[in-house]
């Protein structure tokens, strides 16, 4: 995986709360056996009218095309285990998610894929909400989203944001424990 | 020093690496459940990397989610809803082939539902470290397992290493006292607490169910209440194993036999919280105040007593999923009319879920408005309900009765409603468009679904099942 530092992209506001893996992906689209191509279906049903043309009035249908930060009310990501939700977003565009609570499993898969998922506190969000129009900073490295003229400082699980600075892959950070895993493997068969 | 808790007694027994600062704990998997939506990615970075699993033998694979439930024909053939299904479906099949893991297609008599037939064949145990790429996971906390649904990228981590990196979750004790009333069951036990916590109560938790109330539920109700722990955003949910737990599993195909039971039994008992252990949260639920409930808006959380009201607009959620509804604040969710009945899904799809439905619609028909699909959870549960003439009972009321699979709770098999149906479903989430795109989705129990079967309308099933009596 690439390292991953900074994230400079537009804010999208989706000011619902509970969005659930299935508003991300529906099910009928998790038929893929690989991960590429789920972008375009990313948010299917609120993002496509009955005729299949985008709905204007849908956030991520509106303003240029390019990377994107979601912020996103309560409880985002909740629901189905679907890996494909993120590698939805981020074929999408959609860079960061942040959000006042983050569910874990979406929360887990986001940062295993480099897609950032911040969780802040209400204030904060309130904060950045206001700084919508503006383009955002994420500095991975420092913690802080630079919103206009907001800084909020944040904290993502160390290790995942160590993986992400320095490109780690988690596997192999787990194959080389292979020795651990043995010893573990034989003191339980004895 | 205090006690341990459930959850700390198997998170110790599986630790191959304690967390540090700023790293996770290498957290051994003793058993991988896999289907085919969620491993086909994870079959390629094998593949890509060279390498096999590390320990075929701990990966069982089943074919759930895809798969028709519609009968295959004379050559064996089954009718897939698209060349995609059917796609995911043989890529499961082969990649089992080429990394030799056992697989129960078409041709085993295990085959169901991931959640219902490992435990069906004693996969499921005491003390074990659980996962699978499915957040429904969750299900075999019933038998004291730490179990939980991973992604994607997990699963191929469990494939190469038969270990997940994992931060250790807070623990949570819902203290169930008092007992339930006469015909309230666990799905309106679970609905209620998940109505009481809302869909994020339990987020970075492991919830603990305990108290006289749990301890007096069958173990297919315990899966019942721990299959929706998710649905509270729990981690995990876990009930402590006990005679009723050993009881259920004594004799299944991969139980320890012989001597080795009695051991096995021995060391399962370990497995309980510790009188003094603290838990990070106790939250108590009063059971005999549990009434039959139904959801009534897009999440999980949004539940009504089906005597009751629902809520007035408190804000835009209450708004939004109203809207989506098309139900009206502080209206009765009481006659409320149906078109769709789906009784199945890793909630509520057993023989005593089927047997709580069959006893309501018993010389009863169907209203003539209302399609009723019943989708057994497995060819276990299929032939074990043949066997007593359960199938009758549901053919005769104007029922569908289906071959095992996931169906209608998400759909991907083909099994949806059309735009706007109202579906009372016995399954565990009603997110917009989960069972079709536009479909209103209200959770119940087998008991309530059947009652709405019959009523066309949402009603309370007590009076079917006293009049069954």
């Known amino acids: ?190 | 020093m205090s006690g341990k808790t459930l959850f700390e007694k198997i998170w110790q027994a599986h630790e191959v690496e304690a967390a540090e600062a700023g790293r996770p704990a290498v957290l051994y998997v003793d058993l991988h459940l896999i289907h085919e939506v969620t491993s086909p990615q994870a079959f390629d970075v094998l593949r890509a990397r060279g390498m096999g699993l590390r320990q075929p033998g701990r990966t069982v694979a089943t074919l759930d989610h895809s798969t028709p439930t519609t009968p295959a024909d004379a050559e064996g053939r089954h009718t897939y809803a698209d060349a995609a299904t059917e796609a995911q479906v043989r890529q499961l099949q082969t990649n089992c082939a080429e990394f030799g893991v056992t697989i129960h297609g078409y041709d085993s008599p295990s085959r169901g539902i991931v959640h219902v037939m490992a435990p069906e064949l004693g996969l499921t145990q005491p003390g074990m470290t659980i996962v699978c790429g499915d957040s429904h996971t969750s299900t075999h906390g019933a038998f004291g397992a730490l179990a939980f649904g991973i992604g994607t990228t997990e699963v191929g981590h469990v494939f190469a290493t038969q270990c997940l990196l994992q931060q250790k979750a807070k623990t949570m004790a819902i203290e169930v006292e008092g007992r339930l009333k006469p015909n309230v069951g666990a799905k309106d036990l679970i609905l209620h607490i998940i109505g009481q916590l809302g869909v994020a109560g339990g987020t970075g938790h492991v919830v603990e169910y305990r108290g006289e109330a749990i301890r007096a539920l069958s173990m297919e109700a315990r899966m019942t209440v721990c299959n929706m722990s998710i649905e509270m955003g729990a981690r995990a949910g876990l009930i402590a194993p006990d005679e009723q737990t050993f009881a259920w599993l004594k004799g299944r195909p991969n139980a320890p036999q012989g001597a080795d039971w009695n051991q096995a039994v021995a060391r399962w008992k370990q497995f309980t919280t510790d009188s003094d252990a603290q838990f990070d949260r106790v939250v108590t639920i009063d059971a005999s105040a549990v009434e039959p409930s139904v959801t009534w808006g897009t999440d999980p959380g949004k539940v009504v007593a089906i005597s009751g009201r629902l809520p007035e607009v408190a804000d835009e959620g209450v708004r939004k999923a109203l809207a989506y509804m098309k139900l009206e604040a502080g209206q009765a969710i009481h006659g409320v009319p149906v078109d769709v009945v789906f009784l199945g899904s890793c909630t509520n799809s057993r023989l005593p879920d089927l047997q709580e439905a069959a006893a309501v619609l018993r010389g009863l028909r169907v209203h003539p408005k209302v399609r009723m699909l019943v989708v057994p959870g497995s060819e276990a549960v299929k032939r074990d309900a043949e066997a007593i003439g359960l199938h009758e009972v549901f053919i005769a009321a104007g029922a569908e009765w289906r071959e095992p699979g996931c169906s209608m709770c998400l759909g991907m098999n083909g099994d949806i409603a059309k735009p706007g149906e109202l579906v009372v479903s016995t399954s565990n989430r009603n997110f917009e468009g989960r069972q079709g795109k536009g479909v209103r989705t209200v959770l119940a129990s087998p008991a309530t679904a059947a009652a709405a079967a019959v009523a066309g309308v949402i009603v309370d099933p007590r009076s079917f099942q006293e009049a069954a009596a």
């Not at chain 1, 690439?2 to 659930?20: C, G, M, S």
């Not at chain 1, 939700?85 to 999408?92: G, Q, S, V």
């Not at chain 1, 204030?123 to 700084?131: D, G, I, K, P, R």
């Open chain 1, 1 to 190: 995986m690439n390292p991953l530092t900074h994230i400079t992209a537009r804010a999208t506001v989706l000011d619902i709360a509970n969005i659930d893996t299935d508003q991300i992906i529906p099910a009928r689209f998790l038929t893929t056996t690989t991960r590429i191509g789920l972008g375009k279906h990313a948010f299917n049903d609120w993002r496509y009218r009955a005729d299949g043309s985008p709905d204007p009035n849908f956030v991520l249908n509106q303003g240029e095309a390019g990377d994107r930060v979601l912020l996103a009310g309560d409880n985002f990501g909740c629901g189905s285990s679907r890996e494909h939700a993120p590698w939805a977003l981020l074929d999408a565009g959609i860079r960061a998610v942040i959000s006042t609570r983050i569910a874990d499993i979406f929360r887990n898969n986001a940062l295993k894929n480099g897609l950032l998922a911040i969780v802040v506190s209400p204030e904060q969000w309130a904060s950045l909400h206001a700084q919508s129009g503006a383009a955002w900073v994420i500095d991975l490295r420092a913690e802080t989203i630079q919103a206009g003229a907001v800084i909020v400082p944040f904290k993502i699980d160390a290790f995942a944001r160590a993986c992400l600075l320095e490109g780690v892959d988690e596997l192999g950070y787990l194959l080389k424990r292979t020795d651990l895993i043995d010893r573990f493997e034989q003191g339980r068969a004895a």
